[in-house]
């Protein structure tokens, strides 16, 4: 199948982002093949006009818990300890599997409709919401997280490293790689270093990519050093756990020893900033891990805790909360911006061949219409992307040369079927 779309602003990265006006974009199958201003040769078998419109690359979330858009809302005002412990964990308990998959169902929606083609995602039993991944034909990147409970004894412990080896290997790999699967450690504070020490070589053993969550708050954060006298980064360091390619979410406490390490160890920070602001965790130190070339992404965490899946947001956020907090509106460019969300995103899943439009790279392709009033005038697109963009500006979502949404139009994921199953969840879990 041979696919061309014509007359758009299309927006691609070489050493800097640049915009080919009315340009043309050639797809084959899953690849791109043609980029340009002028009409590439050749007989293609759709054509279709996007005139008024931006072509972008799809948007990578790199943190999120999607069976918790059953949870939206719950908890509201509660900071991340009572949050959890009170409101979270108690219905948690109660989920079935029919339950996390129409929550994760409802979040790839979300996803779809405001441009994100992957997600990274750590839940309990992703088992049961993995074929619904595939079905939807987006990327993800599945964690099957270690969570210890308390009086948890040895065997207890063992068999939930079990279930997210099984997870592992029954997954990682599935749809022509759409489908990852990754390790997950909860965090420091729900599990025990003989625990992260037995993962983290398992890891190892199957090269394998890891999700954690690292000093979220400050309390977390100081509760570690009390328990173990070293940070909650120092700890998963001297446990080799960086060894493994890793994306750690929020690290909005870190000191400055802890940049180092993650640094030297190439970890991935997420940067979640609607999560972290709603649950008072404050702000992550974007400018000091800047300096030291620590690769950031974005990510939306959970409904319950955001409370939507909305990286357009998230970019905005990020955009002006740095800004306005270290009083510098340089500190975090438009396009340093959107590569985070885009070229970086995908880097840390692991996906060399996405996150651009480019030759030869997967067809992942995002339409934004831009015929809307506060999108008017043009002057620069990175900076209408990040600062005046919304979710519901996006037309089109596209993977692997997959049309996925369209037009307000789910074509993979049955809506009504998911309102249904979102009605016998509601009833049946609260």
Known sequence: MRSLFTNADILTFENDWRVIEKGYLGIENDRIIYLGENKPEGVFDAVRDFSGHALIPGLYNLHSHTPMSLLRGLGSGLPLDRWLFEQMLPVERRMTPGHLSVGNRIAMMEMLASGVVSFSDMYHH?????????????????????????????????????ESIDFFDQWHGCAEGRLLADFAIHAEYTTSAESVRRYTELCKERRARLQVHISETLKEHQECKQRHGKTPVRFFYDLD?????????????????????????????????SSNMKL?????????????????????????????????????????IHSGYMQDPTLLPVGDLFKMATIDGATAQGRADCGNLAVDMKADVVAIDLDSPHLMPNHDLLSLLVYSAQASDVVMTMVDGKVLYDNREFLTIDKDRVRHDLNDAMKTLF
């Not at 599945?142 to 065997?155: F, S």
């Not at 800047?290 to 409904?303: E, H, Q, S």
């Open 241 to 273: 756990v960086f060894d493994n390619p890793t994306c750690a979410a929020h690290c909005v406490a870190v000191e400055p020893e802890d940049m180092d390490l993650l640094k030297e160890k190439d970890v991935t920070v997420v940067h979640n900033p």
């Open 126 to 162: 992703p088992s049961s919401y993995a074929a619904d991944v595939v079905a939807s034909g987006m990327r993800a990147n599945l964690g099957h997280p270690t969570m210890e409970m308390l009086n948890d004894d040895p065997a207890a412990r063992a068999a939930r490293i079990q």
């Open 280 to 320: 008072g965790s404050g702000f992550m130190p974007i400018a000091e891990m800047r300096k030291r070339g620590i690769r950031i992404t974005l990510g939306t965490d959970g409904d319950a805790s955001n409370n939507n899946q909305n990286l357009f947001e998230e970019m905005h956020l990020a955009a002006m």
